[in-house]
């Protein structure tokens, strides 16, 4: 047997516990088949083998991004986008400027990215502030959570709500005044839902929302061009979006692993969640393009206080909001058992501590209830997020099985401090800390959860990493009067670089179900690897997003550097 592609002169480090480091590899139709020394492997060398020199320069796993939103990135470019600050009355200037650059003609509906959730505390925006400056036509402005937004009065008329619309139940949540009257600030706003639908009809126009190859390719493209070559999708955006992935395999132009996830909406749908994920499962599955995972957010965000909390909410003065959860325990229970009897993984938005209890909670009772019932257990359950948990609960997710996810661009401090005012700064304090997890052993994978064109660099891996690393945001740093060094506590929640590759390679594989095949650099898993400008192990913590990959291979296809 001859290798297509030889590695040799390289510090290559294989993630594998057995073999840690090695400076050659050969692969062969897509697979490694040597791993080890320079002469090892080339003693497949053959006539038509590739042999590249890597002078030394250090190899890791190819990366996986366990939770991003590439549909829904594409579906913001025609977004307007502006500058971020926190000063409110520049917020407002920044969008009168970006209103007057693209008038009613060229922008019949204006939608601004973005402002941050503790520009205007815990009431929220006003639609009469954003009346003063658009007036002509209905405008949107999104928080950067994505998790709230911010209409005029013109788009509350276009959408049809006024004091006597009732709510649904469902998002959005339009937030009322004590006469019922909506605000204008909306909570949990979903871009294409039926409201927004009703406004593009009442307004004759439509925007450019209808994902493409050609919209979805770009941020795609960045992504591999930093090292990632799988990622599971936050959710995939119907049925459409998993046909194109499927179709840009099939004709051989995705080069990446792409996994979907199934919106579960709520408990009384989930039969109807179980039959689309199946319906999808045989129309557009394959090797590279796969489906077993149901998505579920069991909570909202601490920044505006409607997370699932163990302790009432710090500014509320009665001492009874404890925050809103979306399925109890005896629910989520039973969700997870039936899943298990499909064999259908669940992923779970959870923010809070009392989300994070509940959902553990869950995963414990219906384990037991199925060995009761003589059932096997053959599903995970992720919890993503996770920004703040109990003490008690931090060895849980290792005890039970569970694993855990996290977006480590976050960890400086990218939301702010608008969750000071629900959790309090003590408990704040205390947030995104994994560490006390990664001591018991527990699964712990990440990812970028990247929603939007306006911040898409922060998809890059390397970019996500540093944060972690060091805890300070690379754009928006907190005030360092506040926080020495702009770090946000507590500083010993930092991750090193081992930690964080483990967990973008090895175990990141893991909710895919393609640890056999991928994740670390061995004989026999698929030949996914990534060549690295720097040595990531020895560089200054503070030049590690920096890191630009310089080759990068999926499946013994070099889909960027190094040809020949």
Not at 79 to 103: G, W
Not at 145 to 171: F, Q
Request: proline share 5%; net charge negative; charged share 30%.
């Amino acid at each position: 047997m001859y290798a297509d592609k030889i590695l040799i002169n390289g510090r290559i480090y294989t993630e594998n516990k057995d073999m840690m480091w090695a400076e050659a590899v050969a692969a062969e139709d897509s697979e490694f088949i040597c791993v080890g020394k320079n002469e090892e492997c080339m003693k497949y060398k053959g006539d038509n083998t590739q042999v590249i020199d890597l002078e030394g320069k250090t190899v890791i796993p190819a990366l996986i991004d366990g939770h991003t939103h590439p549909v829904t990135v594409a579906k913001t470019y025609w977004h307007v986008r502006m500058p971020l600050t926190h000063d409110r009355e520049q917020l407002l200037e920044n969008i009168k400027e970006y209103a007057a650059k693209h008038p009613k003609e060229e922008c019949p509906y204006f939608y601004g990215e973005s402002y941050f959730a503790e520009t205007f505390g815990t009431e929220g925006p006003k639609k009469e502030i954003l009346d003063e400056i658009i007036s002509d036509r209905p405008a949107r402005i999104q928080d950067f959570t994505d998790h709230a937004c911010w209409y005029n009065s013109k788009a509350l008329e276009l959408m049809e709500i006024s004091k006597d619309t009732p709510e649904t139940g469902t998002a959005p949540f339009f937030v009322r005044d004590d006469t019922g009257e909506p605000t204008g600030w909306v909570q949990e706003p979903l871009p294409g839902s039926d409201v927004e639908e009703t406004l593009y009809r009442n307004l004759g126009w439509h925007p450019p929302t209808e994902v493409t190859e050609e919209t979805v390719a770009p941020f795609l493209d960045f992504l591999k061009d930093k090292g990632v070559t799988a990622i599971l999708d936050g959710i995939t955006e119907g049925e459409e979006a998993m046909k194109l992935f499927y179709e840009m395999d099939s004709e051989g132009r995705l080069n990446m692993y792409y996994e979907g996830t199934c919106l579960l909406e709520s408990y009384d749908r989930l039969d109807e969640c179980i039959a689309t994920l199946k319906d999808w499962q045989k129309k557009y599955t394959n090797e590279h393009v796969r489906l077993h995972t149901v998505k579920f957010f069991l909570d909202r965000t601490n920044e505006m206080g409607n997370s699932a909390s163990l302790e009432p909410l710090y500014n509320d003065p009665s001492g009874t909001n404890y925050g809103e959860i979306n399925m109890s325990e005896a629910e989520l229970t039973d969700t997870l058992l039936r899943l298990n009897r499909e064999k259908i993984d669940l992923h779970i938005h959870v923010v809070c501590d009392r989300g994070f209890r509940t959902a553990c909670n869950a995963y414990e009772a219906a384990k037991k209830k199925a060995s009761e019932l003589g059932e096997s257990w053959d599903i995970f359950m992720e919890l993503a997020h996770c920004e703040l948990v109990h003490p008690d609960d931090m060895a849980r997710p290792a005890e039970l099985g569970i694993i855990i996810n996290w977006s480590c661009h976050w960890a400086g401090g990218y939301f702010g401090e608008a969750a000071i005012d629900y959790l309090g700064q003590e408990r704040w304090n205390t947030m995104y800390d994994f560490t006390k997890m990664l001591e018991t052993g527990a699964t712990v994978t990440y990812s970028s959860d990247v929603i939007g064109m306006c911040e898409e660099q922060r998809g890059n891996p390397w970019f996500g990493m540093e944060i972690s690393a060091t805890r300070v945001d690379l754009e928006d740093p907190l005030d360092p009067e506040k926080y020495p060094g702009s770090v946000r506590p507590p500083l010993s929640a930092r991750l090193t670089p081992e930690q964080l590759v483990d967990g973008y390679t090895r175990t990141g594989a893991i909710p895919f179900r393609m640890e056999d095949v991928m994740g670390t650099i061995e004989e026999g898993k698929y030949a996914n690897l990534i060549v690295l400008d720097k040595n990531l192990f020895e560089i200054p913590l503070t030049e590690i997003h920096t890191i630009d990959p310089q080759t990068v291979i999926f499946e013994d296809k070099i889909i960027k550097g190094e040809t020949a």
